[in-house]
């Protein structure tokens, strides 16, 4: 389901406000996977060139193997926008953001 083989390393593109590990991979501007290794709080993915395009979120659960839609806020923020979240709990998560189908 996730195009892992050809993501990209972009640490720059997400950011926590809370002491918690994040860090992102992605294919810009078509699929963002981020991994959030231990603690609870928000996080911002940043969609450099983003026009307002729509993006579906979904969490993974590493411990039980099932995915789940996020919830999620999205806005204009620089040169991009940046897809806002809050990790379900206190374990390892990975949040996968990819662009709409038919969206250019």
Same mark, same amino acid.
């Given at each position: 389901e996730v195009s892992w083989w050809a993501l990209? $390393? *972009?640490p720059e593109w997400v950011s926590t $406000?809370?002491?918690m590990s994040a860090y992102c991979a992605a294919l810009p501007r078509r699929e963002y996977l981020v991994y959030?290794?231990?603690?609870?709080?928000?996080l911002a993915v940043f969609i450099?060139?983003? !026009? %307002? !395009?729509?993006?579906?979120?979904?969490?993974?659960? $590493?411990?039980s193997g099932r995915?789940?839609?996020? !919830?999620?806020a999205y806005a204009p923020y620089g040169s %991009?926008?940046?897809? *806002?979240?809050?990790?379900?709990?206190e374990a390892d998560w990975a949040l996968l953001l990819r662009r709409a189908e038919g969206s250019s």
């Open positions: 990209e $390393p *972009h $406000p809370v002491a959030v290794a231990g603690g609870q709080g928000p450099a060139g983003s !026009e %307002g !395009e729509p993006y579906a979120g979904r969490w993974f659960n $590493p411990r995915w789940r839609d996020a !919830e999620g %991009g926008w940046l897809w *806002h979240a809050v990790t379900p709990d």
